[in-house]
T-cell receptor, first 116, second 115 residues
Framework: EPEVTQTPSHQVTQMGQEVILRCVPI?????FYWYRQILGQKVEFLVS????????KSEIFDDQFSVERPDGSNFTLKIRSTKLEDSAMYFC??????????????FGPGTRLTVL | AQSVTQLGSHVSVSEGALVLLRCNYS??????LFWYVQYPNQGLQLLLK??????LVKGINGFEAEFKKSETSFHLTKPSAHMSDAAEYFC?????????????FGKGTRLHILP
């Protein structure tokens, strides 16, 4: 069964460094998402992406964050200058269409980002 | 604004006993509702979803949930717990009319199965 994959599974970085989290969505999917989960807290929506542009972003998704679909298969989340509070599990998700009876978001296994 | 509240951050049941994980939602419009499961070191897997069709929704692994508008609830049940059901379970909601299609998650309930 097709699945969303994410790399790396764990990323450790120094505060102020740039990180890029990578996701490979399911191949025929058109909608892409990033969520994050700070340890012990809720899974929170960051951004949705469709037709090569951001559809919606949350308040968390400030100027330090950016997303890109560079080559038609990967979907990346970049954090330009990481802060301690960026430490979290980051989940990528994709869907063929908007949520409906037949379509839903499929999540990857997550990348655990630790900022020191 | 939409939200979900999951009652109990930890629930323990004996193997073979009924599993009941509680979820209440808040939404100004008829919502879509979901239950996701997260096994250790894995991603979020969809168990089942409600999209305004039948109010009793059957999912994978023997789980089901019933949408009760009068109680604003979407509790998850399984008649007989199995050791492999030990995981974290997330109730979630989305607005079918919202452009961003974002899913709003509850805090999660960790299910422990006692032998």
């Amino acid at each position: 069964e097709p699945e969303v994959t994410q790399t790396p599974s764990h990323q450790v970085t120094q505060m102020g460094q740039e990180v890029i989290l990578r996701c490979v969505p399911i191949s025929n999917h058109l909608y892409f998402y990033w969520y994050r989960q700070i340890l012990g807290q809720k899974v929170e929506f960051l951004v949705s992406f469709y037709n090569n542009e951001i559809s919606e972003k949350s308040e968390i998704f400030d100027d330090q964050f950016s997303v890109e679909r560079p080559d038609g298969s990967n979907f990346t989340l970049k954090i330009r200058s990481t802060k301690l509070e960026d430490s979290a599990m980051y989940f990528c998700a994709s869907s063929r269409g908007r949520t409906s009876l037949t379509d839903t978001q499929y999540f990857g296994p997550g990348t655990r980002l630790t900022v020191l | 604004a939409q939200s979900v509240t999951q009652l109990g951050s930890h629930v323990s049941v004996s193997e073979g006993a009924l599993v009941l994980l509680r979820c209440n939602y808040s939404s100004s419009v008829p919502p879509y509702l979901f239950w996701y499961v997260q096994y250790p070191n894995q991603g979020l897997q969809l168990l089942l979803k409600y999209t305004s069709a039948a109010t009793l929704v059957k999912g994978i692994n023997g789980f089901e949930a019933e949408f009760k508008k009068s109680e604003t609830s979407f509790h998850l049940t399984k008649p007989s717990a199995h050791m492999s059901d030990a995981a974290e379970y997330f109730c979630a909601v989305s607005d079918p009319w919202n452009r961003d299609d974002k899913i709003i998650f509850g805090k999660g309930t960790r299910l422990h199965i006692l032998p």
